[in-house]
């Protein structure tokens, strides 16, 4: 159990154009999910925290319309890197935190973007 | 505010010895988890051990098991009977009891020889 998708797991893209990155939770319910970057070598940045049917919590410095969040339902939450460039390059990871058990996340796979 | 600290960048083992991994973090709170995530070269991040603060006994996986002591801050992760699939990035992590945040440290990327 606690299984945590995410697609795409690659995805290359012109610079200025829009990427959509998804996440699911495939066997729970998760009211909150979490959004983070990874530079090469380095730890996990939290970008923002997704509430399911509320407004995204962003981190400072993280610009809220560059990095478009939705929680549509308690299985779900996506990701929308708008009008991307070369900057924007880094892997994507979520993760969700079982209603059942609030205590602990469980990742997923994480998406490698590459703006070109 | 809380703090992680893993002051090993990297760690190096021979297959089938033991290496224990340091983490200290910092907190005022009392009520708190721990946590040790694997992320191997596939970059999926997976859960190794979870301790509870309010818990005396060290926790158990398998061949992994930590160190807590409360009073220090101290948080190690001793691996045993160490494998080749075992060489991967760990990360220590904290999170406050009904928080919503949980924080990682650095990491330290381990190494197993054959």
């Known amino acids: 159990g606690a299984v945590v998708s995410q697609h795409p797991s690659w995805v290359i893209c012109k610079s200025g154009t829009s990427v959509k990155i998804e996440c699911r939770s495939l066997?729970?319910?998760?009211?909150?999910m979490f959004w983070y970057r990874q530079f090469p070598k380095q730890s996990l940045m939290l970008m923002a925290t997704?509430?399911?049917?509320?407004?995204?919590?962003?981190e400072q410095g993280v610009e809220k319309d560059k990095f478009l969040i939705n929680h549509a339902s308690l299985t779900l939450s996506t990701l929308t890197v708008t009008s991307a460039h070369p900057e924007d390059s880094s892997f994507y990871i979520c993760?969700?935190?079982?209603?059942?058990?609030?205590?602990?996340?469980?990742f997923g796979p994480g998406t490698r973007l590459l703006v070109l | 505010a809380q703090t992680v600290t893993q002051s090993q960048p990297e760690m190096s083992v021979q297959e089938a010895e033991t290496v224990t991994l340091s983490c200290t973090y910092d907190t005022s709170e009392s009520d708190y988890y721990l946590f040790w995530y694997k992320q191997p070269p596939s970059r999926q991040m997976i859960l190794v051990i979870r301790q509870e603060a309010y818990k005396q006994q060290n926790a158990t996986e398998n061949r992994f098991s930590v160190n807590f002591q409360k009073a220090a801050k101290s948080f190690s992760l001793k691996i045993s009977d160490s494998q080749l699939g075992d060489a991967a990035m760990y990360f220590c992590a904290y999170k406050n009891t009904g928080g919503f945040k949980t924080i990682f440290g650095a990491g330290t990327r381990l190494f197993v020889k054959a």
């Open positions: 993760s969700a935190r079982a209603d059942r058990n609030q205590e602990t996340q469980y």
């Open positions: 997704s509430n399911e049917g509320s407004k995204a919590t962003y």
């Open positions: 066997d729970f319910q998760a009211t909150t």
